[in-house]
T-cell receptor, first 116, second 111 residues
Framework: DQQVKQNSPSLSVQEGRISILNCDYT??????FLWYKKYPAEGPTFLIS?????DKNEDGRFTVFLNKSAKHLSLHIVPSQPGDSAVYFC???????????????FGQGTTLQVKP | DSGVTQTPKHLITATGQRVTLRCSPR?????VYWYQQSLDQGLQFLIQ???????AKGNILERFSAQQFPDLHSELNLSSLELGDSALYFC??????????FGPGTRLLVL
């Protein structure tokens, strides 16, 4: 059962344009969401996160939007740069009982290619 | 640099063998998480330790075990290795925030 889904395996955009990466989830208990960027043979690098009490969080060129009713989040990168080319993972964590252990459930990833 | 270190970077071994992967968390972080990334399964949570105690378990095989030591470094032990255990193994550490910071990973190849 894939609780976090990234339905687009790949995305190609032109340098300077907007990149929009999407993520859907099924578990309504998820209360914290994160985006990671990953290069081959390296560990995931944290990009940006959002709590379920917010609908938007912005950090420089990166903005994450959360639509709780649709169980959908998206990462916007504006403007896109060739150095942004990597695999992007969304991840979610949930409270279980009275604690949040923080274990992350990851989507399958979307490979972003930004063309010069 | 996330501040999380993992050794070794690469490991090649044979089926049936036992290996130990090591992780040092960021300074001050009490939580350590282990994840496995295989080609067909994506990033899967294995186990979490907090200040030396096991806190949560995921889909970790019985052949695998982990521990966290008083200095907060953690080791993941994989035994009776099978071909299907070949994967990237990541550890991550977490402090007071919700964010986990990942190490560079250990690439395990079982021949």
């Amino acid at each position: 059962d894939q609780q976090v889904k990234q339905n687009s395996p790949s995305l190609s955009v032109q340098e300077g344009r907007i990149s929009i990466l999407n993520c859907d989830y099924t578990n309504s208990m998820f209360d914290y969401f994160l985006w990671y960027k990953k290069y081959p043979a390296e560990g995931p690098t944290f990009l940006i996160s959002i709590s379920s009490i917010k609908d938007k969080n912005e950090d420089g060129r990166f903005t994450v939007f959360l639509n709780k009713s649709a169980k959908h989040l998206s990462l916007h990168i504006v403007p896109s740069q060739p150095g942004d080319s990597a695999v992007y993972f969304c991840a979610a964590s949930a409270w279980v009982g009275s604690s949040n252990t923080g274990k992350l459930i990851f989507g399958q990833g979307t490979t972003l290619q930004v063309k010069p | 640099d996330s501040g999380v270190t993992q050794t070794p970077k690469h490991l090649i071994t044979a089926t049936g063998q036992r290996v130990t992967l090591r992780c040092s968390p960021r300074s001050g972080d009490l939580s350590v998480y282990w994840y496995q990334q295989s080609l067909d399964q994506g990033l899967q949570f294995l186990i979490q330790y907090y200040n030396g105690e096991e806190r949560a378990k995921g889909n970790i095989l019985e052949r695998f075990s982990a521990q966290q030591f008083p200095d907060l470094h953690s080791e993941l032990n994989l035994s009776s290795l099978e071909l299907g255990d070949s994967a990237l193994y990541f550890c991550a550490s977490r402090g007071s925030s919700e964010t986990q910071y990942f190490g560079p990973g250990t690439r395990l190849l079982v021949l």
